[in-house]
């Protein structure tokens, strides 16, 4: 069993900045494929950002050159540095982990963390 635990957001003025951690428990972490989704009420969870066991990170367009995803796998934590936001990043973020273990594939979930990008 896996447990992610977001913490970072908050309100933030245009062009600003903002750091979203995500604490993991659980012995699979560090083969686990980590990430970054969010949400706006009536639209589906998108993906913001990944990064595998490896280090190999993927952006979506929309936030590609302004946030930067980065995971610490001697403290199990993974963080999304945003940067340059827009009034449209305004979403509950997401931390999540993909493993497969055995053959057996592992989806986890933290509880999400607003981000609201307002003047």
């Known amino acids: 069993q896996v447990q992610l635990v977001e913490s970072g957001g908050g309100l933030v003025q245009p062009g600003g900045s903002l750091r979203l951690s995500c604490a993991a428990s659980g012995s699979i972490f560090s083969i686990a494929t980590m990430g970054w989704y969010r949400q706006v009420p009536g639209k589906q969870r998108d993906m913001v950002a990944t990064?595998?066991?490896?280090?190999?990170?993927r952006y979506a367009d929309s936030v590609k050159g302004r946030f930067t995803i980065s995971r610490d796998n001697a403290k199990n934590t993974v963080t999304l540095q945003m940067s340059s936001l827009k009034p449209e990043d305004t979403a509950v973020y997401f931390c999540?982990?993909?493993?497969?273990?055995?053959?057996?594939?592992?989806?986890?979930w933290g509880q999400g963390t607003q981000v609201t990008v307002s003047s």
């Open positions: 999540n982990s993909k493993s497969v273990v055995a053959g057996i594939r592992y989806d986890y």
């Open positions: 990064i595998t066991s490896s280090g190999s990170t």
